[in-house]
T-cell receptor
Framework: GESVGLHLPTLSVQEGDNSIINCAYS??????FIWYKQESGKGPQFIID?????DKRQGQRVTVLLNKTVKHLSLQIAATQPGDSAVYFC????????????FGGGTRLMVKP | DAGVIQSPRHEVTEMGQEVTLRCKPI?????LFWYRQTMMRGLELLIY????????DSGMPEDRFSAKMPNASFSTLKIQPSEPRDSAVYFC?????????????FGSGTRLTVV
């Protein structure tokens, strides 16, 4: 697969369990956040987003939580499946800094059958 | 929609050679981004275009790197001369102004190996 890092933190979970992937961001002016999933050999793929005026947003099997006080973002995956195995990146956009995404370092999720 | 199309998927070249990576963004998207991904540095933004005009190239590592977007449907990233430390996966992504807040659509990347 493509190079996404032997040095990434890894979360290993049992199939069927819930997963929580965390991300700390540093720019308090960021007003929009996105979670991406990158499978081996593919580019990052949009999963879910959240605006800074929200603290929770739910999708299908995924929930994103935003805590602006401590500048922390998390992605929760319910009933984790083998197909969820991938590297997950958080990304942020600041309204006054153009439309550039700034990516976090990524977390590798491994799902054990 | 075929998505963002990048070519080649893999490129192996010798140090000193010129390398050209290609990208076809999604039709109608007016933003195009070039990223580089390595084990050590993760995803780095190299340059981005809006309506074919380079807006920010501060991420381009050196003068050896150049990018062009001659029209709305095509962009190139060129490295001349290439060096082993340029080995990485290079991603192109596109978005439209109204959708930029929904994130970018990435291509499958070009894995570059410089030997």
């Amino acid at each position: 697969g493509e190079s996404v890092g032997l040095h990434l933190p890894t979360l290993s979970v049992q199939e069927g369990d819930n997963s929580i992937i965390n991300c700390a961001y540093s720019n308090s002016a960021s007003d929009y956040f996105i979670w991406y999933k990158q499978e081996s050999g593919k580019g990052p793929q949009f999963i879910i987003d959240i605006r800074s005026n929200m603290d929770k947003r739910q999708g299908q099997r995924v929930t994103v939580l935003l805590n602006k006080t401590v500048k922390h973002l998390s992605l929760q995956i319910a009933a984790t499946q083998p197909g969820d195995s991938a590297v997950y990146f958080c990304a942020e956009i600041e309204n006054n800094a153009g439309n550039m995404l700034t990516f976090g370092g990524g977390t590798r999720l491994m799902v054990k059958p | 929609d075929a998505g963002v199309i990048q070519s080649p998927r893999h490129e192996v070249t010798e140090m000193g050679q010129e390398v050209t990576l290609r990208c076809k963004p999604i039709s109608g998207h007016d933003y195009l981004f070039w990223y580089r991904q390595t084990m050590m540095r993760g995803l780095e933004l190299l340059i981005y275009f809006n309506n074919n005009v380079p807006i920010d190239d501060s991420g381009m590592p050196e003068d050896r790197f150049s990018a062009k977007m001659p029209n709305a449907s095509f962009s190139t990233l060129k490295i001349q001369p290439s060096e082993p430390r340029d080995s990485a996966v290079y991603f192109c992504a596109s978005s439209s102004f109204s959708l930029v807040k929904l994130g970018y659509t990435f291509g499958s990347g070009t894995r570059l190996t410089v030997v």
